[in-house]
């Protein structure tokens, strides 16, 4: 099973893209400004979308999406799009995105029998089975409510996304004993801006290093939601902690094996 990151970047700008990440072909984890890049019937083919939280860089897509396939999975006589999500982000999406002002209400068209998107809540600890898909939702402590997911990947370990978080000692009271192949976790600000990353509940590069001194092993590390022009300098105070795993920044476009 392969992911593809279509976008990993803290903010746009010319050739960053916020979060978003295809599993296989039919899952969207996180809706972000990558999602745009897929082709149309590539868009059309995505069935789940799991939501991370309600912030705007990890859900403007979600609308769009449902704009651009409702014709043509229509035509297919395919499902709703499953859109999963805590009840207080579904909350939100209902409220302040899918309210006919900002955007149509795409859980009732093209029309309220048969809509192009359907909003099922999951829970922390939950185990999603999605076609041959397991994907745990894990913990997140941010500033609305949030969850991170793992993705099974067999023998070879699993697949974990943290979402957006400031520290979270339950997260890696989870992780303990879990065989974690690859652990996509978020540093959004510099060492210098640490009080930002404090009040917004993000990670800076000394706050990721004692996150990550509660992670066993020695673990493939792949660095996300850094700010555009911000990657070098970021890196490099990254690169200062030590730290036992192989750390490195995410890019958009590369695609991860998973089992
Ligand atoms: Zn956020
Ligand atoms: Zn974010």
Redesign the pocket.
């Known amino acids: 099973m392969n992911l593809q990151v279509l976008g990993c970047s803290g903010a746009i700008a010319a050739g960053c893209r916020t979060t978003a990440f295809l599993l296989g072909e039919d899952v969207l984890i996180d809706a972000g400004t990558g999602v745009g890049d897929l082709p149309l019937d590539a868009l059309a083919r995505i069935d789940h979308i799991l939501v ?2 309600s ?1 705007l ?2 859900v403007l897509s979600i609308g769009l999406l449902a704009d651009s396939v409702m014709r043509l999975r229509r035509a297919q006589n395919r499902p709703p799009i499953q859109v999963r999500a805590l009840p207080d982000t579904l909350a939100a999406l209902r409220t302040h995105i899918f309210n006919s002002v900002i955007w149509p209400d795409f859980t009732r068209l093209p029309s309220a029998e048969q809509p192009v998107l359907e909003l099922l809540p999951l829970a922390v600890g939950e185990l999603l089975l999605l076609g041959d898909k397991r994907i745990e939702v894990l913990s997140a402590s ?3 409510p ?1 969850v991170g997911f793992a993705v099974d990947g067999g023998e070879a370990g699993w697949w974990v996304y943290t ?2 978080t400031g520290p979270n000692k339950a997260l890696w009271e989870r992780l303990k004993g879990m065989h974690v192949a690859h652990l996509v976790i978020e540093t959004a600000f510099s060492d210098e801006e640490r009080q930002l990353a404090r009040i ?3 990670l800076c590069p000394a706050a990721l290093g004692h996150e990550l001194a509660q992670l066993d092993g020695s673990v493939d590390v792949h660095i996300t939601h850094i700010k555009p022009g911000e990657m070098d300098a970021l890196m490099a105070e990254i690169e200062k902690l030590g730290s036992p795993h192989r750390i490195h920044a995410l890019a958009a476009g590369q695609v991860m094996q998973i089992g």
């Open positions: 991370s939280h912030h860089d990890h941010h500033t609305v949030a979402g957006d917004s509940r993000h």
